[in-house]
């Protein structure tokens, strides 16, 4: 029974030490995005850009900017996370659904003449 003091425990909800240490990076576009390592100006930054981005119709900042706060959000707050992943799904199930239905004419996407095929 020695053997099973060594076996570190980790419960699911701790990240271990060497993951922690890691800077968080997001990817967007196929491009890999640093983050700040520090979990509060990672959240600060997400609220002002989500906080800018709602004024978006002065001039500097934009509507582009709430996106890109709830992308930077998503890091760390488990809810905007969520979000994300849902709206990920949705969207491969929709480009998944929309490839092999028809190719905007009606026809079947397989069927190049354009005919019917029963």
Known sequence: MAWLRRIPIVLMWERPAERSSM???????????????SKPIRIGLGILLVAFGLVGFLPVVGFWMIPLGLLVL?????????????????????????EGASNGSGAPA?????TKVE
């Open 110 to 114: 397989n069927d190049p003449a354009g």
């Open 74 to 98: 998503s890091v760390d707050v488990p809810i905007v996370r969520r979000w994300r992943r849902q709206l990920a799904v949705w969207w491969h199930r929709d480009r998944k659904n929309g």
């Open 23 to 37: 800077a968080a990076k997001i990817r967007f576009a196929n491009r890999h995005f640093h983050l700040p390592q």
